[in-house]
């Protein structure tokens, strides 16, 4: 099993930023796959930046393209989403994943634990 818990979340005004984090505990996932989703009120949870287990390979929505960055230490067993340039749009709970797959999906589904969620708030 693995215990993921997110921190870092709050509120920000447009244009600010701010840096999550993902602690891991249980065992290592250093060999998995890992995730930021967020879901916003009445919309469907979405990834929005995926890392694949060494690092290597990333994966951005097109909304964060430029403003996020992923990150991870496998020593420290942390996952990190540095966001800038923050919009209203970013507004959404931010929830930390990982999954035991070969490479990053977009699928909720297919990942295999999940953290409580942080809030996000940017205001206008």
């Known amino acids: 099993q693995v215990q993921l818990v997110e921190s870092g979340g709050g509120l920000v005004q447009a244009g600010g930023s701010l840096r999550l984090s993902c602690a891991a505990s249980g065992r290592t996932v250093s060999s998995v796959t890992m995730g930021w989703f967020r879901q916003a009120p009445g919309e469907e949870r979405e990834l929005v930046a995926g890392?694949?287990?060494?690092?290597?390979?990333?994966y951005y929505v097109d909304s964060v393209k430029g403003r996020f960055a992923i990150s991870r230490d496998n020593a420290k067993n942390t996952l990190y989403l540095q966001m800038n340039s923050l919009k209203p749009e970013d507004t959404a709970v931010y929830y930390c994943?990982?999954?035991?797959?070969?490479?990053?999906?977009?699928?909720?589904?297919?990942?295999?634990?999940w953290g409580q969620g942080t809030q996000v708030t940017v205001s206008s």
């Open positions: 890392i694949s287990w060494y690092g290597g390979t990333t």
């Open positions: 994943a990982a999954g035991r797959l070969s490479t990053i999906v977009v699928a909720q589904n297919q990942y295999d634990y």
